[in-house]
């Protein structure tokens, strides 16, 4: 959206420093801060932080003829705005286990807090995390295309009549991620993860040919068509992620730190990815997809590879899982994407 209304060069600097901002500060910060301070206060504070973005948003907007003005105010802002991010991610506790009441970490049995950082960063450099990481990657290089680089094909010297258009784009998006969010979780259960990456990467393959081999400038029918097959797309990726890590780091004391590597990788990524997005533009400022096709075929590759590749492990685990005789063996979580005799 922030690529819409406002001037493109500093849209995609504000949204890279946002995300990397995010990553660091989730990977450095935001859990001590929640150990220190308590979930309660960290999320009141995570949230002012975004008030003061969007007031600062409204300034700059209000001042649309001053970009130095919006250069900075905003560039600051999405520092902190990151900040503000990783500690309410830190602070919710989506993983299972956690305290409610206080803390964001669970503390170990003599009361201390548990080493979460460089459980993280053990984390991160696991096998498993690794090949995992391809999805990680992929996802965030779709964000920064459909939410940064997409609406920039609606290109006339009608401002209001394309913004208007952009919002609509951004509506069919999320409209069809909100309904794939829904619809995967089930065929996931049934298929499997190498069957819905295979078929989302095969469906982003086509959509992004279309976008490179079609008529799609100022074309909002198939732009929304192509908004809605990455929307679909993206709800397959996320569900993917929320499917395999618990798989591959199953219980409340690994999963913690799997989920900070997974948001570490995921934000590095997209600061990333939309810092590239601007050298991706063309000079009537519409994306090059002769830049872009390759760049997300190629990541669509290493996401099906890393996703069969992870798959390979929590078969090799549940294999080594039921040699261990049963008196011996800890208890773990039933999965529904491992039946009996299947890797899937």
């Known amino acids: ?10 849209a995609f600097t504000l949204l890279s420093t946002l995300y990397l901002s995010f990553g660091l500060h989730n990977l450095l910060v935001s859990a001590p801060l929640v150990q220190r301070f308590g979930a309660r206060p960290c999320l009141f504070l995570g949230s002012l932080v975004y008030v003061a973005l969007e007031l600062l948003y409204v300034v700059s907007l209000a001042n649309a003829d001053n970009e130095f003005l919006q250069w900075m ?4 802002a999405s520092i902190f705005s990151g900040l503000g991010a990783a500690v309410l991610w830190a602070a919710q506790g989506p993983e299972p286990g956690l305290d409610d009441e206080n803390s964001a970490v669970p503390p170990a049995e003599d009361g201390s807090p548990p080493p979460l950082l460089g459980q993280t960063f053990a984390t ?7 090949r995992l990481s391809a999805l990680f990657y992929m996802v965030s290089l779709a964000q920064a295309f459909f939410s940064g680089s997409l609406p920039l094909f609606f290109h006339t ?4 009549g394309d913004l208007s258009k952009k919002l609509y784009l951004f509506a069919f998006i999320g409209c069809s991620n909100a309904a ?15 069957a819905m990456v295979v078929a989302e990467a095969a469906l982003h393959a086509a959509t992004v040919s279309w976008l490179t081999f079609g008529d799609v400038v100022n074309r909002p029918v198939r732009l929304y068509a192509a908004g809605l097959a990455l929307g679909f797309c993206q709800a397959t990726l996320m569900n993917q992620i929320y499917k395999l890590l618990p798989l591959l780091f199953p219980g409340a004391g690994a999963r913690a730190p799997a989920f900070s590597a997974y948001r570490f990788h995921g934000a590095l990524a997209s600061g990333a990815c939309f810092l590239l997005s601007r050298m991706l533009l063309g000079s009537d400022g519409v994306p090059r997809m002769a830049a872009w096709a390759p760049l997300l075929l190629v990541f669509l590759v290493i996401e099906v590879a890393g996703v069969f590749a992870a798959m390979q492990l929590v078969a090799t685990d549940r294999e080594a899982e039921d040699v261990v005789p049963t008196a011996e063996r800890q208890p773990t979580e039933e999965s529904p994407l491992l039946g009996e005799g299947s890797d899937d």
């Open 180 to 194: 794939g969010s829904f619809l995967v979780g089930p065929l996931t259960d049934r298929l499997g993860p190498r």
């Open 124 to 130: 991160i450099r696991n096998p498993k995390m690794i």
């Open 157 to 160: 010297d009608d401002t209001k």
């Open 1 to 10: 959206m922030a690529t819409s209304v406002l001037p493109t060069n500093l």
């Open 73 to 76: 105010l905003l560039v600051p």
